[in-house]
C-alpha cells in the first residue's frame, strides 16, 4: 500500500480498497479523542491553512476542529474575497499556493473551478486536501460517508445503495469512485431537464462518470423515481436537487425557488411505508425540503451521525497525511 505521509487527497478515484480500510482503521483510533472531547498533542507542530473559495460550514470547521483535537494549529480564509484571489488581482492558483506552501504543513481547498485542487498540488511542496472542486469531487465527505456505514452496520460489503438527487453534485462522482472497491451495487435517481420547472438543466449522472463507473466494473443503474428502488436500500444517500451552481463562489437564494418534486424527496411516510427497517440515511447536508425537518427523528436518519464523524474522519486523514501514523 503507498504511504499516505505526504499525500495529497485529490479525488477517490484510483483509491484502493486496503487504503480505505487503512484509512478507517485510523479514525476509529481517533474516535474516543473526539467523543470525549479531548485536545491531544499528536499534530502540536504542525498547522493547517484553510483555502475556501466557496462557502463551507462543515468541511472548512471539521478540518479545523479535527486539528485542534490534534492539538495543531490553523490559519486560512474562509472566504477569497479577502484575498488577492478574490479581489482586482484574481490572483492565480499558483501564485496563491506559492504563498501558502509557507504558512502551514497541510492546505485544505474548496474551489469553484473542478480540479483546482489537482492544480494547486502540481505547485505545492505540502499535501493538498480537496475539500470539494466546482462539480468535481468531495473526497473527505464520501470518506466519511463509507466510515459512517461502516460503524453502524459493522461493514461496506453486500450492502445496496440508492443515491437520490442532483448527480453533478461532487459528493456523487466521489462516491461511484469509491464503491469499485466494494462489493456494493447502486442505484442513482436524478432528475432529467425540465424535471424540476421548465429549461432545469440535465442532472442524471454526466456520461463522463458513467464511462469511468463502467471502466473500473461499478454495478450501477439508473432509476427515476426514489420510490421504484427505496425497498431494496440498505444506504440510501440523499443531496438535494434544488441547489446553487457549484460553479459560481457564491450564489444568493432566488426567492420563488421551486420545492423538490416527489420523485427525489424522503418523506417519513415513505420510509415507513417502503424503506427496509434497518436501512439507514445520509445526507452532507445543508439540506433543502429534500429531507423534511421529521425526518430527523427517525429510526433511519444517520445525518447527525455523519456530521460528528466528519470531524473523525477529517482527524484520520491529517494524522495520516501529516505522517503522525503510517
Ligand atoms: C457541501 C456544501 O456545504 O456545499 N456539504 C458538505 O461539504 N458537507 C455539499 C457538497 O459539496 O457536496
Same mark, same amino acid.
Given at each position: 500500500?503507498?504511504?499516505?505521509?505526504?499525500?495529497?487527497?485529490?479525488?477517490?478515484?484510483?483509491?484502493?480498497?486496503?487504503?480505505?480500510?487503512?484509512?478507517?482503521?485510523?479514525?476509529?483510533?481517533?474516535?474516543?479523542?473526539?467523543?470525549?472531547?479531548?485536545?491531544?498533542?499528536?499534530?502540536?507542530?504542525?498547522?493547517?491553512?484553510?483555502?475556501?473559495?466557496?462557502?463551507?460550514?462543515?468541511?472548512?470547521?471539521?478540518?479545523?476542529?479535527?486539528?485542534?483535537?490534534?492539538?495543531?494549529?490553523?490559519?486560512?480564509?474562509?472566504?477569497?474575497?479577502?484575498?488577492?484571489?478574490?479581489?482586482?488581482?484574481?490572483?492565480?492558483?499558483?501564485?496563491?499556493?506559492?504563498?501558502?506552501?509557507?504558512?502551514?504543513?497541510?492546505?485544505?481547498?474548496?474551489?469553484?473551478?473542478?480540479?483546482?485542487?489537482?492544480?494547486?498540488?502540481?505547485?505545492?511542496?505540502?499535501?493538498?486536501?480537496?475539500?470539494?472542486?466546482?462539480?468535481?469531487?468531495?473526497?473527505?465527505?464520501?470518506?466519511?460517508?463509507?466510515?459512517? $456505514?461502516?460503524? %453502524? &452496520?459493522?461493514?461496506?460489503?453486500?450492502?445496496?445503495?440508492?443515491?437520490?438527487?442532483? *448527480? #453533478? /453534485?461532487?459528493?456523487?462522482?466521489?462516491?461511484?469512485?469509491?464503491?469499485?472497491?466494494?462489493?456494493?451495487?447502486?442505484?442513482?435517481?436524478?432528475?432529467?431537464?425540465?424535471?424540476?420547472?421548465?429549461?432545469?438543466?440535465?442532472?442524471?449522472?454526466?456520461?463522463?462518470?458513467?464511462?469511468?463507473?463502467?471502466?473500473?466494473?461499478?454495478?450501477?443503474?439508473?432509476?427515476?423515481?426514489?420510490?421504484?428502488?427505496?425497498?431494496?436500500?440498505?444506504?440510501?444517500?440523499?443531496?438535494?436537487?434544488?441547489?446553487?451552481?457549484?460553479?459560481?463562489?457564491?450564489?444568493?437564494?432566488?426567492?420563488?425557488?421551486?420545492?423538490?418534486?416527489?420523485?427525489?424527496?424522503?418523506?417519513?411516510?415513505?420510509?415507513?411505508?417502503?424503506?427496509?427497517?434497518?436501512?439507514?440515511?445520509?445526507?452532507?447536508?445543508?439540506?433543502?425540503?429534500?429531507?423534511?425537518?421529521? $425526518?430527523?427523528? %427517525? &429510526?433511519?436518519?444517520?445525518?447527525?451521525?455523519?456530521?460528528?464523524?466528519?470531524?473523525? *474522519? #477529517? /482527524?484520520?486523514?491529517?494524522?495520516?497525511?501529516?505522517?503522525?501514523?503510517?
Amino acid at each position: 500500500m503507498r504511504s499516505f505521509n505526504g499525500r495529497d487527497i485529490l479525488s477517490l478515484k484510483d483509491f484502493e480498497r486496503q487504503e480505505f480500510f487503512r484509512v478507517f482503521d485510523v479514525a476509529e483510533q481517533m474516535d474516543p479523542i473526539a467523543r470525549n472531547r479531548r485536545n491531544v498533542d499528536m499534530l502540536k507542530e504542525k498547522t493547517l491553512v484553510t483555502a475556501f473559495y466557496q462557502p463551507s460550514t462543515r468541511t472548512r470547521l471539521a478540518h479545523e476542529a479535527a486539528m485542534h483535537r490534534l492539538g495543531g494549529h490553523v490559519t486560512g480564509f474562509s472566504d477569497s474575497k479577502m484575498t488577492r484571489a478574490g479581489d482586482w488581482y484574481q490572483e492565480s492558483i499558483k501564485d496563491t499556493v506559492k504563498m501558502l506552501e509557507f504558512y502551514g504543513d497541510v492546505i485544505v481547498m474548496r474551489h469553484f473551478q473542478m480540479g483546482a485542487p489537482q492544480e494547486a498540488a502540481k505547485w505545492s511542496s505540502v499535501p493538498i486536501i480537496n475539500g470539494g472542486d466546482g462539480w468535481g469531487e468531495h473526497p473527505t465527505q464520501i470518506l466519511t460517508d463509507l466510515y459512517t $456505514v461502516l460503524r %453502524t &452496520k459493522g461493514r461496506i460489503d453486500g450492502l445496496k445503495w440508492v443515491a437520490v438527487g442532483d *448527480m #453533478r /453534485m461532487r459528493t456523487m462522482h466521489s462516491l461511484g469512485y469509491a464503491l469499485t472497491q466494494f462489493d456494493c451495487p447502486i442505484t442513482f435517481v436524478g432528475p432529467t431537464a425540465d424535471a424540476l420547472f421548465p429549461g432545469s438543466p440535465d442532472m442524471r449522472m454526466p456520461e463522463s462518470y458513467k464511462a469511468d463507473f463502467n471502466q473500473y466494473s461499478l454495478n450501477f443503474k439508473e432509476a427515476e423515481h426514489i420510490e421504484q428502488v427505496i425497498a431494496d436500500a440498505d444506504v440510501i444517500l440523499v443531496e438535494p436537487v434544488i441547489q446553487p451552481d457549484y460553479t459560481q463562489a457564491r450564489q444568493e437564494a432566488s426567492k420563488d425557488h421551486s420545492l423538490t418534486p416527489p420523485a427525489y424527496k424522503i418523506t417519513r411516510e415513505l420510509l415507513a411505508s417502503k424503506a427496509k427497517s434497518d436501512a439507514i440515511l445520509l445526507h452532507s447536508l445543508p439540506r433543502m425540503d429534500e429531507i423534511p425537518l421529521d $425526518v430527523d427523528a %427517525t &429510526k433511519w436518519s444517520r445525518y447527525w451521525q455523519e456530521a460528528y464523524h466528519g470531524v473523525v *474522519m #477529517r /482527524m484520520a486523514l491529517l494524522a495520516l497525511v501529516l505522517g503522525a501514523t503510517e
